[in-house]
């Protein structure tokens, strides 16, 4: 089996609105003074770093203080709902956007059995479909709605994603897929859903990994993901993911559960780094992972090698 995994260093690939600091810049743009003091005060741009400090913050307040102090949960949920509206804004209105051809996509995509991804955006979505059909299937089966009881691959390829996604909701106690229907794109639907329907995205964003995985296995949909992921075989390669332990130990530990026995990891610019540096990120992920990691340039990988992206 062939499986792919793929993290945010993708969407920044073909949109640089998706790299941490536009999307700080963004947040805090419309955010309160509280959310702009913590980024500057903790100097980072990593909105998971961030929630998780808010949560430790607040864990120790509570324990110091015999649970007699609780701290608001208030800024945590702005965070999280800012950077859900930053991601949505930055979305493409259709699949031209943002120079994207999503044919492309989905044949880099179909040479693999499985594509696996922590990323939230909608690109994805439309690179399900090849020129005929859809040929890349979710398991949103019937009326876009997930049921663990007919997961049956139908002989096809399948993309899973193990933290939800914008365009995925939990409606009526139903993990449900929405499209654009009466809507004009995709886009506006979602739009239409956070602001009329007063709902999210289903969307794991904070917490340690531990915390993520535990509210994953609360979930139908993203528990299956996640069991699929550690039940890979064969050959995986990933693509746009750091594996920081920090946030993604929950994906580091699936991949050493796996039966997976040869790993492509694809490094952004893995050229310009020393010899020592290479030796030194080859002996980290060999030892995370607890299998044998082939290091290769982004450069080499059919993601990075499409005529979409010359001129940008």
């Given at each position: 089996?062939?499986?792919?995994?793929?993290?945010?260093?993708?969407?920044?690939?073909?949109?640089?609105?998706?790299?941490?600091?536009?999307?700080?810049?963004?947040?805090?743009?419309?955010?309160?003074?509280?959310?702009?003091?913590?980024?500057?005060?903790?100097?980072?741009?990593?909105?998971?770093?961030?929630?998780?400090?808010?949560?430790?913050?607040?864990?120790?307040?509570?324990?110091?203080?015999?649970?007699?102090?609780?701290?608001?949960?208030?800024?945590?949920?702005?965070?999280?709902?800012?950077?859900?509206?930053?991601?949505?804004?930055?979305?493409?209105?259709?699949?031209?956007?943002?120079?994207?051809?999503?044919?492309?996509?989905?044949?880099?995509?179909?040479?693999?059995?499985?594509?696996?991804?922590?990323?939230?955006?909608?690109?994805?979505?439309?690179?399900?479909?090849?020129?005929?059909?859809?040929?890349?299937?979710?398991?949103?089966?019937?009326?876009?709605?997930?049921?663990?009881?007919?997961?049956?691959?139908?002989?096809?390829?399948?993309?899973?994603?193990?933290?939800?996604?914008?365009?995925?909701?939990?409606?009526?106690?139903?993990i449900k897929k929405i499209s654009k229907g009466e809507h004009a794109t995709l886009d506006e639907a979602i739009q239409d859903r956070i602001s009329n329907e007063n709902g999210y995205p289903l969307f794991i964003s904070e917490g340690s990994p531990e915390e993520k995985l535990a509210n994953i296995k609360s979930n139908q949909y993203l528990s299956f993901c996640y069991d699929e992921l550690r039940s890979m075989s064969g050959e995986l390669d990933i693509y746009g993911h750091s594996l920081n332990p920090e946030v993604d130990g929950h994906i580091i530990?699936?991949?050493?559960?796996?039966?997976?026995?040869?790993?492509?990891?694809?490094?952004?610019?893995?050229?310009?780094?020393?010899?020592?540096?290479?030796?030194?990120?080859?002996?980290?992920?060999?030892?995370?992972?607890?299998?044998?990691?082939?290091?290769?340039?982004?450069?080499?990988?059919?993601?990075?090698?499409?005529?979409?992206?010359?001129?940008?």
């Amino acid at each position: 089996m062939k499986n792919l995994l793929i993290g945010n260093g993708l969407s920044i690939s073909i949109s640089p609105d998706f790299s941490y600091s536009s999307l700080r810049e963004k947040v805090t743009r419309e955010s309160s003074p509280a959310v702009d003091r913590l980024f500057k005060k903790l100097n980072t741009v990593d909105f998971e770093h961030l929630l998780t400090k808010v949560r430790d913050a607040r864990d120790v307040m509570e324990a110091i203080t015999d649970g007699q102090v609780i701290v608001s949960q208030s800024i945590s949920d702005e965070i999280r709902a800012k950077l859900i509206e930053a991601i949505q804004s930055m979305n493409p209105r259709g699949p031209m956007d943002h120079g994207l051809d999503p044919q492309q996509l989905n044949k880099a995509l179909k040479k693999y059995n499985n594509t696996f991804t922590t990323n939230y955006d909608i690109y994805l979505y439309w690179a399900r479909r090849g020129r005929e059909s859809f040929n890349i299937i979710d398991f949103f089966f019937e009326d876009g709605c997930f049921d663990r009881t007919n997961v049956d691959k139908r002989g096809r390829d399948a993309i899973y994603f193990l933290h939800g996604a914008l365009f995925i909701f939990e409606i009526d106690s139903k993990i449900k897929k929405i499209s654009k229907g009466e809507h004009a794109t995709l886009d506006e639907a979602i739009q239409d859903r956070i602001s009329n329907e007063n709902g999210y995205p289903l969307f794991i964003s904070e917490g340690s990994p531990e915390e993520k995985l535990a509210n994953i296995k609360s979930n139908q949909y993203l528990s299956f993901c996640y069991d699929e992921l550690r039940s890979m075989s064969g050959e995986l390669d990933i693509y746009g993911h750091s594996l920081n332990p920090e946030v993604d130990g929950h994906i580091i530990e699936a991949v050493r559960e796996s039966a997976v026995e040869r790993v492509r990891f694809y490094q952004f610019k893995l050229n310009e780094l020393s010899k020592g540096e290479k030796e030194h990120l080859n002996s980290t992920l060999n030892s995370r992972l607890g299998v044998k990691v082939e290091l290769h340039d982004s450069s080499e990988h059919d993601l990075c090698k499409w005529s979409i992206f010359e001129g940008f």
